[in-house]
């Protein structure tokens, strides 16, 4: 699998870039955190169906990311999806070979999005981690950037069937090299980061005069 992206997946991009900024008003800060080259987890907290979206339509490398095996079950949209570079994962099991799949991927340069929490929140709030990604973070050995993102829960909530139009808003943190802690402490380390990032995110958007 190439690390460029394919003429399809550049397409597709920009395409979801105008789409983001107009019916969101969508804006991302500090996206330079997250390097041009090399494997790369960008883990976010999961608000919405949208998240994957918005990640990678402003982001100028590729993206990588993994989804629930259901939705692969739709021939056509399991065929854009995967030409999307994504991959199917079985939520509720230890999918070895997702895992094996997302590891491979990582130390072959890829950027990969991950979601801790494990799917969707039910309020806007970040929810519990799931051990995983500790797992993956010390085999694969990559920095992790962390991403908060604000404003996708009201746009498209669970309870509703398609989203509405809500602005948007997604702040980056610096990059943190953590597989050298135990599993443990790197969910805890993510968990924490993200809390405090969405909370910064909040503040700015409040007008609060933080820095970015």
């Not at 169906?49 to 629930?68: C, E, G, H, N, T």
């Not at 990604?133 to 604000?150: E, F």
């Not at 509405?164 to 968990?191: C, H, S, T, W």
Request: proline share 7%; aromatic share 8%; hydrophobic share 40%.
């Amino acid at each position: 699998m190439s690390m460029e992206a394919t003429p399809f997946y550049k397409t597709i991009r920009g395409m979801s870039r105008v789409t983001t900024t107009l019916a969101f008003d969508l804006k991302v800060y500090r996206q330079d955190y997250v390097p041009m080259r090399g494997g790369v987890v960008i883990a976010s907290n999961h608000q919405s169906y949208l998240d994957p979206v918005l990640i990678a339509s402003q982001l100028k490398r590729p993206l990588s990311f993994l989804a629930k095996s259901e939705l692969f079950e739709n021939k056509y949209f399991g065929w854009l999806i995967r030409n999307l570079n994504a991959f199917p994962v079985k939520q509720g099991a230890g999918d070895v070979g997702a895992v094996k799949e997302t590891i491979r991927r990582l130390q072959e340069g890829h950027a990969l999005n991950l979601f801790p929490e494990g799917s969707r929140c039910d309020d806007g709030e970040i929810g519990p981690m799931q051990a995983g990604i500790g797992l993956i973070i010390r085999k694969a050995g990559v920095p992790v950037v962390p991403a908060a993102i604000d404003g996708s829960f009201q746009a498209w909530p669970k309870t509703r069937t398609l989203p509405k139009p809500r602005p948007i808003r997604m702040l980056y943190g610096p990059p943190m090299q953590l597989d050298n802690l135990k599993a443990a402490e790197i969910v805890k380390r993510i968990d924490v980061t993200l809390r405090g990032l969405l909370s910064r995110l909040r503040e700015m958007e409040r007008g609060e005069g933080i820095e970015v």
